[in-house]
């Protein structure tokens, strides 16, 4: 089975600060990976997501991520983050082979300050 | 992108009674859907994927009884929580599969169910 860690439950950052949100993946079969954000009361709404090819994946609102196999993580990166970035993020893996479960992680929790 | 809407966006209602949830999407075909329950400052966790013309398939540890899945068109699914009580109180998130089985997944924008 497939699982996903957020090593961070919580991350204060301060207005144009870069940024860092880990995110590790245990799984004995190849998945496809995503970041997704979540804005209070609201759904989800896909940052990024890598399926193959380059292991820089860059996605909407200045965000990117890195695959790396050998470490299964795959780290979401902001150079300087904004106010309006304040919100919940998650990682998530679905099997390649798959009908797209999602199986999400814990969520980080993203505040800015200004 | 792919519109996905849900409805009622908050609901209350005492316990007991019955609440249904609808999942629509709005300008495509959606033959997969997934309902998802998310309890305050936690993760999602999957309940059910919805198979347009056949029955739900449930997660482990999902009461099929107790929510009601019915994937009545290629573009509606409705969750009905049945005989609702306070510890089903949570935040309900649907998501649709768009352009065949290998196509973006789009969310809903949840509906918030409170039990009293």
């Known amino acids: 089975a497939q699982s996903v860690t957020q090593l961070d439950s919580q991350v204060p950052v301060f207005e144009e600060a870069p940024v860092e949100l880990r995110c590790n993946y245990s799984s004995s079969v190849s998945v496809y990976l995503f970041w997704y954000v979540q804005y209070p009361n609201q759904g989800l709404q896909l940052l990024l997501k890598?399926?193959?090819?380059?292991?820089l994946v860059k996605g909407i609102n200045g965000f990117e991520a890195e695959f790396n196999k050998s470490q299964t993580s795959f780290h979401l990166r902001k150079p300087s983050v904004h106010i309006s970035d304040t919100a919940e993020y998650f990682c998530a893996v679905c099997l390649i082979q798959g009908a797209q479960k999602l199986v999400f992680g814990q969520g980080t929790r993203l505040t800015i300050n200004p | 992108g792919a519109v996905v809407s849900q409805h009622p966006s908050w609901v209350i209602c005492k316990s007991g009674t019955s609440v249904k949830i609808e999942c629509r999407s709005l300008?495509?075909?959606?033959?997969?859907m997934f309902w998802y329950r998310q309890f305050p400052k936690q993760s999602l966790m999957l309940m059910a994927t919805s198979n347009e013309g056949s029955k739900a398939t449930y997660e482990q540890g999902v009461e099929k009884d107790k929510f009601l899945i019915n994937h009545a068109s290629l573009t509606l699914s409705t969750l009905t929580v049945t005989s609702a009580h306070p510890e089903d109180s949570s935040f309900y998130i649907c998501s649709a599969i768009a352009g065949g089985s290998t196509g973006e997944l789009f969310f809903g924008e949840g509906s918030r169910l409170t039990v009293l």
């Open positions: 300008d495509f075909q959606a033959t997969t």
């Open positions: 890598y399926l193959s090819g380059s292991t």
